[in-house]
Structure formats: C-alpha cells, structure tokens
C-alpha cells in the first residue's frame, strides 16, 4: 500500500489506526488519501509498517518492553508521543493529541472486531469527545457516528441505517425510514432501531430530544 498525504488541509479529518480488526486496503486506502495525519497506536505499528503506510504520529504507553525508536528511520519524519497514563485507552489519548493540535475531526478504523470489550469502549467513549471533535468510525461493513439532534443527509432506498443509543434517548422523530419512529424512545438493552432502512431515494431526517443516538451506516 503506498503512504498518504495527497493533500495536507486541516479541514480534512486526520485517520487513527487502532489495533482491532484489519479492513480491506481499499477502504484504508480511501481514507490515507485525504488524511492529513495519521496517527498509529503501539500496538498496532507492526502491521502498518508492513502495509507500508507513511505514519506521521506513534502514540501509545509502550509496555513491554515496546521500543518506538526503531520506527524513527523507516517512518521519517515520525512524532513519537509517550502517553503513560492508565487511566485512559490509548484511543482516548490519541483523541486528546488531536484536541490538543487543533483538529476537529478524526476517522478511525481498525477499532472495531477482535475483542469485544475494546469495540464496545471505542464506540462509545467517543460520547465524551463530541462537543470538541468529530469522531467517525469505520470498518469494512459500516460507518458509524454520533448524531446531532438534528440530522438530514440524502441516501439511495434500502440503505440500511441503525440508530443505536447510548443508554436512553426520547423523542425521536425520523422520515423517510421503512420503520418511521414519532416521538419514540430508544433505550440501550431494551429496545433500539437496528437495521431500519431508507424507504425511498432521498432525505433521511432524524431527530431526538435527549440522550446521545449514534447512526449507523451498514452494507453487506
């Protein structure tokens, strides 16, 4: 896979690879392409290395006995970020780092699969991040994001789209869905809007009240 960086605009969202499941190279290449930065967490350093990607940040705790310099040649220019602190993911450092320089958006990939208390805590630790940065995560079969209370974006009929909350939302009104909700509530463990579809080509509208409602693009 050939490295990044075809354009450099701090408006474009800068790309953290985690260390969950891998997606396919198109994807990750997709998303290389505009990405003005991209940020490695330790752990998973040695399988982009060998994917030959150009990595501008390595950020992590590096535990046992992680050595980042041995990066420093191969990667120039690299920043290397020590992040110690226990008390937060790697994940979550790697948001503060993008708080910290300015960005306002970020996507994210290889977050998602292998353990599953990982996918959990990267989803929705983003709810903690939203008024400062805008987090999208994505892997080979969805995109998925947090929504404004107030959300309309044009989309092709049967595109499949779930709203799941976090904890509980109200008053969730949508159009343009096959299973349309009026003033509902969705509530995390009891009931949520998983696999809802668009009904005909056009604008989705949705929107809620209260709580935090994550949208959830899916293809098979």
Request: charged share 25%; aromatic share 10%; with cysteine.
């Amino acid at each position: 896979m050939s490295s990044h960086h075809i354009v450099r605009d701090d408006q474009e969202p800068a790309l953290i690879i985690a260390n969950g499941q891998e997606c396919s190279s198109e994807l990750l290449g997709q998303l290389l392409e505009w990405s003005p930065l991209v940020i490695v967490l330790d752990s998973a350093i040695h399988r982009v290395h060998e994917l030959n990607i150009k990595v501008d940040v390595l950020l992590g705790d590096f535990d046992h006995d992680f050595n980042p310099d041995i990066y420093k040649e191969t990667q120039y220019p690299l920043e290397i970020v020590h992040t110690p602190n226990q008390d937060k993911t790697d994940l979550e450092k790697a948001f503060d780092y993008l708080i910290e320089k300015g960005h306002k958006a970020v996507n994210v990939v290889w977050a998602t699969g292998k353990r599953i208390d990982h996918t959990l805590h990267n989803l929705t630790i983003g709810v903690s991040y939203k008024n400062q940065l805008k987090i999208v995560f994505f892997d080979d079969h969805s995109k998925a994001f947090l929504l404004p209370n107030h959300y309309q974006k044009w989309y092709a009929k049967n595109t499949i789209l779930s709203l799941i909350p976090i904890g509980k939302v109200s008053g969730i009104t949508t159009e343009n869905l096959f299973y349309p909700l009026k003033n509902e509530e969705l509530n995390l463990g009891y009931r949520t809007g998983s696999s809802n579809h668009v009904a005909e080509d056009g604008l989705v509208s949705i929107q809620f009240e209260n709580g935090e409602l994550f949208l959830i693009e899916c293809w098979d």
